[in-house]
Antibody
């Protein structure tokens, strides 16, 4: 059974950047699209973007265009999300999620989340 | 972007109750809809995809219906472990969007 293990909590200052990693254990992510989402404190889910299985194609929500970069290392079964120019509104739990085999816009395996706090 | 509107935002119910949550899309999405359950401090869990297909391992008391713009999630007999927040998500087009959530609380 695949598990997605995310990197640890981060505290950043406004204007800084953060990179969150997501490593699969148990089964490789080969052939799967991967999503990144976030959830601000007490708020709902917000989709950030998707990366294809080979890592050479991404699609980002307009809100994050220019600030987010998603990459993957197939040799280590790891995907990454880099978010720059952080502001206080980026304080949230960030999740990676594997696209479902039923259709790649559903998400069937999720990481436990990485808390990113942006504060001066 | 497709807007997803859930109602109610919260519902109080007792164990054994039948609970229905609705989700409306701002434009037609055929059956490209999923439902997720999220418990406090945990990641979401996929319950239903393609509007009515039960994800493997999910109890059969959960069911989904609808197509086009109007969808429902039904819990036929609420169990203690079902108290959580439920989200709908459209899978018709990017950007993927979610409803605001429905919190199912203990009456």
């Amino acid at each position: 059974q695949v598990q997605l293990v995310q990197s640890g909590a981060e505290v950043k200052k406004p204007g800084a950047s953060v990179q969150v990693s997501c490593k699969a254990s148990g089964n490789p992510l080969t052939g799967y699209y991967m999503h990144w989402l976030r959830q601000a404190p007490g708020q709902g889910l917000e989709w950030m973007g998707i990366i294809n299985p080979s890592g050479d194609s991404t699609s980002y929500a307009q809100k994050f265009q220019g600030r987010v970069t998603m990459t993957r290392d197939t040799s280590t079964n790891t995907v990454y999300m880099h978010l720059s120019s952080l502001r206080s509104e980026d304080t949230a739990v960030y999740y990676c999620a594997r696209a479902s085999s039923h259709y790649y816009y559903y998400m069937d395996v999720w990481g436990k989340g990485t808390t990113v706090t942006v504060s001066s | 972007d497709i807007q997803m509107t859930q109602s109610p935002s919260s519902v109080s119910a007792s164990v054994g109750d039948r609970v229905t949550i609705t989700c409306r899309a701002s434009q037609g999405i055929a059956n490209w809809l999923a439902w997720y359950q999220q418990k406090p401090g945990k990641a979401p869990n996929l319950l239903i995809y393609a509007a009515s297909s039960l994800q493997s391992g999910v109890p059969s008391r959960f069911s989904g219906s609808g197509s086009g713009t109007d969808f429902t999630l039904t819990i036929s007999s609420l169990q203690p472990e079902d108290f959580a927040t439920y989200y709908c998500q459209q899978a018709n087009s990017l950007p993927l969007t979610f409803g605001g959530g429905t919190k199912v609380k203990i009456k």
